[in-house]
C-alpha cells in the first residue's frame, strides 16, 4: 500500500545516497537525515520521519547522548504531528523502542519492544491519528498499523532479528 510504496521509495533514496551522508558526525548525520527524507518521503509520514531526524539534530550536542536526541526528535514529531501513544501510528513502535535504547538495552531488546508496540495496535479499536483515523473501525480490526510495522521491521532488521 501507501505506506510500503513510500517507505521503499525512501531506502532506495539512502541506499543510492549512503556514501554521501556525514556518519562520523552524529549532528550532521541526523540533520542529513532530515533533509534527505524531507524530499525522498512522501506522504505524512516522511514529513513526520524529517521533523523526527531534524529535530534530533538540533537537540544533539556533546553532552547529550545520541538516545536522547532521538528522544527529543520523537517528542517534536508527537507535537506537530499531534499523535501519541496509544492512537494508533508508528509512535507505538518508535516510542517504546526509544526508551529500550535509552535504557541501555540491547539491540535485539530495542527490536522486539518495537515489535511488541507494533503488534498492540492489533488490537487497538480506533485510529486516532494518520491515514487509518479515516477508517472505520471493523476495517482496522486485527490489522497491524503499517507505520508502526515498519518501525518494527527496522529494528528487527538492525538486530538481526525476525521478530521472534
Known sequence: GDTGSTLAGAAGTLAEELDTLPLGDTKQFFE???ELLSKAMGGSSGVLMAIF??????????NLHWTKALEAGLNRMMEV????????????ALA????????????LDVARAA???ADATRKMPIAKAGRA???????????TDPGAEAVACLFEGLAGDKGG
Open 53 to 62: 531526524f531534524s529535530a534530533a539534530g538540533q537537540k544533539f550536542n556533546n
Open 81 to 92: 504531528g499531534g499523535a501519541q501513544i496509544g492512537d494508533r501510528t508508528m509512535i507505538d
Open 133 to 143: 483515523a479515516y477508517l472505520s473501525r471493523g476495517v482496522l480490526q486485527n490489522v
Open 32 to 34: 542529513a537525515m532530515g
Open 96 to 107: 517504546p523502542a526509544l526508551k529500550e535504547l535509552n535504557e541501555g538495552k540491547t539491540l
Open 115 to 117: 515489535r511488541a508496540g
